[in-house]
């Protein structure tokens, strides 16, 4: 084997070696598109994503301030009719203070004799 046979095997050598190169560079270039290609899907599903997640946001932001209002406004109701309750309670005792003195002597003699009746039966058990 002679240098021909030797300059040979180098070509061969030079060529699998250039070839190896050429193919790294090509699936490097792959990659690289592969990679574009899913940052701009990614950056695509982001810029589709964020307006709903602001919607659903101000929705919330929405919810949370209806349902406070609206908490607001059963509590200005409910002291309202509490208001009321007690301005007739008022007028009716004004009006009828006998009558109001013999009803709250019944609703306490009845409540007396509830809880006796029930302090009664708690002692047998």
Not at 36 to 55: C, E, W
Not at 85 to 95: M, V
Request: proline fraction near 2%.
């Amino acid at each position: 084997m002679s240098s021909h046979s030797s300059d040979s095997t180098q070509r061969g050598i030079d060529n699998a070696a250039q070839a190896a190169d050429q193919a790294v560079k090509s699936t490097q270039r792959a990659a690289s598109g592969t990679l574009d290609s899913l940052s701009q899907g990614v950056k695509d599903l982001r810029d589709q994503a964020s307006p709903l997640l602001n919607r659903a946001a101000e929705q919330a932001s929405d919810l949370a301030h209806r349902s406070m209002e609206a908490a607001r406004e059963g509590s200005q109701k409910i002291r309202e009719q509490a208001r009321h309750a007690s301005d007739s309670t008022l007028g009716y005792i004004r009006h009828e203070p006998v009558k109001s003195i013999l009803f709250a002597a019944a609703a306490g003699a009845a409540l007396m004799a509830l809880v006796s009746m029930m302090s009664r039966s708690r002692s047998r058990d």
